[in-house]
């Protein structure tokens, strides 16, 4: 099983002192949080892409570049790659020269966002969005397997005997996600090639995410990438912890009202009830955690969010050293002890891409 976080970016105002951090310091700050994030034992970093305030991971491959540099074990990843307006070849580019730069150590999230305007802005209609996605995909993944592609679509100019550089690495193009909270389109698309699957549940009630799981496990055996429970499924969560429940809830409300993500709506009480956010000790982090698989089946990457609304980078690393140090150990143990065997513990990585290969390879020497 796979554990990590994920950041959304977000350059918030603390509620508690009324201080914005700049951008550079938002920025610094992720850098350091994503190498502590490896430091107490963590498995992913990832970040989201977004291109408007108040946000600013807008160049993924660049953070995830810088940190490669800076860490030695962390997968790195994101958690949205905007594959409609991003052009397929950039991303192509892009992610395989990271994989050379981190030896490897390189999966994506393809998603189409939630920022309405971000379609404009890079030349695309919005009404096309799922059309958009699914030629691009295709596209790229044209682009990562063969050395030289024509290809004529709907939304770009054609190519002609073109090979995107760099190649990915040792011929095995990055493991890839796609993330979806709505469309069964986009887990069509991802059964059909065998990738991974994310829901990002944390907004909505469990019972939301559960068809498109579901049609997703299905269609995965249909295409025979292996049976439906060996599919690939990554979920979301939020967590706040402190030693004692109330203390967590009263240190946390402040943030959770005032989050660009979802402040101003529901309830605290209301919202930990319905959705994965849990506000409270580590020990109920690990029960909330532990019920995900219960409700949708066993899985291989869960990612939290702790680093929103404007928490300050200290809160953010102690939150760190709970999930590495208490949190994180007991739910490796219970997830490996419950799950079925031949059932995946951990989605592909480069490593275990290239091991299965090299059988297939020396065979046919």
Known sequence: MQFGIFTVGDVTPDPTTGRTPTEHERIKAMTTIAKHAEDVGLDVFATGEHHNPPFVPSSPTTMLGYLAAQTEKIILSTSTTLITTNDPVKIAEDYAMLQHLADGRVDLMMGRG???????????????????????????????????????????????GFTSTPRPLDGIPPFVWHGSIRSPEIAEIAAFHGDGFFANNIFWPKEHYIALINLYRERYEHYRHGRADQAIVGLGGQVFMRRNAKDAVDEFRPYFDNAPVYGHGPSLEDFTEQTPLTVGTPEQVIEKTLAFADFFGDYQRQLFLVDHAGLPLKTVLEQLDLLGGEVVPVLRKEFAARRPAGVPDNPPTHASMKADREPVDAARQ
């Open 114 to 160: 939630n920022t309405a305007p971000v379609y404009p802005w890079f030349g695309q209609d919005i009404r096309q969005g799922i059309p958009l996605a699914l030629e691009h995909y295709r596209l790229l993944r044209r682009l990562w397997d063969e050395d030289v592609v024509d290809w004529q679509g709907q939304f770009r100019t054609p190519l002609q």
